[in-house]
């Protein structure tokens, strides 16, 4: 059997202390995210043994998902333990309910993960250990993932906001058996989510039904288990620089080039795909869709107008160059906004927000603008627009084709009207007659999409 000899305290805490001098620095602002389960009712203590020894200041945020009856005592727990150490808690609470063809498990990890992207501090600090990590690269390889998702767990991780903290994870190396005697031995109190025993789930069904059988043949499975997934790591990350690679040779102007990527072989395009599909934070396509990508990227022509939809993204090219986005509702074409003096006037239906500045020389005359009620509308088709004083007036359709606005955009750009007369178009400019004169200050508007 694993684990006969006696595991020592102490050694959780040399092994924690490591990681946490490898990443924190002095003066650090580290939050645990406490459940008031075993694993992070230890983190957090032993993080509070260490906090000022390193230097680094400590904080909890315990998430309520509103699933079990159980949850405002864990709550209640939570803020009791963190009293009696003197430690600040935050409380967040959610209504999770599962979504058509997704798990709850995965739905309430989303909105966890949601919430820690909204923290303030330098990282948000999670009890996950060696034997979490064998489960994890487990259901990878049941649901048949890559390397990336096969890496598993990293000790640290970037979240998707420029602005949000670090995911640490400095337990990864620890076992479970490690955590339980930690907790024994300073007479710690915890609470146990009864959902942990519920085999339905499939994390639960690993622990309880496969691998007290694999740890009997293979007693040391999850160390072996987190040498494979940092293996599968190292492999990951060389798949990533060569994906750097690939995507400089294959850029321009901000956008893949089709003619370019076909230059790769099949696996690189998909490897680089994958690579820009993961830093735009967009859900990696199916095995089975990503061929399909592949197929009509090689065999369409330059001018094609692919559009692929797969997930909460779709797939595009346009004159010879790739969009990867994430999708959106159609806008209702009646759409119509008034706009009244604002600073900045959010426009969701569109998913971004116009700015409206003064600057001298530059924008719309105020006083012009202001005779007529002022609006945001969609195009409906047939307008014309003179941005340039010593050319015609044009159809508006040839001056965003021009423009190489993708269709997908033009439909959904907000036009600025003063009355009926169309005043400002972004990416275009502002019409002619509505120009400030030299020496006047202007209004500037500027449309910042999300």
Known sequence: MAHLRKPKSNNIIDSTKAVLKTYIKQNDHVIVALSGGIDSTVLLDLLNSLSNPLQFTLSAVHVDHGISQNARQWSKFCCNFCRTLNIPITITHLKISKVPGGSLEATARTARYQVFNRLRADYVVLGQHRDDQAETLFLQLLRGAGTRGLAAMPVVRKQDSYQAPRILRPLLDVSRSHIMQYAKEKKLNWVNDESNENTAFDRNFLRHEIFPRLEKRYPDYPKTFLRTSQHLAEASHLLDE????????????????????????????????RYTFSRQGINQPSTKKMTDIIQQLFTAGTDAK?????????????????????RKAIPDNGLLFIWRGEKQLVLNQLNGSIKFTFKKNSGIDFEKLNKDPVTIRLRSGGEHFRPNCKRPRRKLKSLLQEALIPPWD?????????????????GIGIECEFQVSPGKTGLVPTWEPD
């Open 242 to 273: 060569l994906a750097e690679l690939d995507n400089r040779k294959c850029m321009l102007n901000g956008k893949l080039q089709i003619e370019r990527l076909r230059e790769l072989s099949i696996p690189r395009t998909k490897n680089l795909l």
């Open 306 to 326: 692919l559009h692929i939809p797969f997930g909460n993204a779709e797939f595009r090219c346009f004159k010879g160059a790739v969009y990867i986005l994430a």
């Open 410 to 426: 033009r439909s959904a750009l907000p036009l600025l009207f003063s009355g009926e007369q169309l005043t400002w178009v972004p």
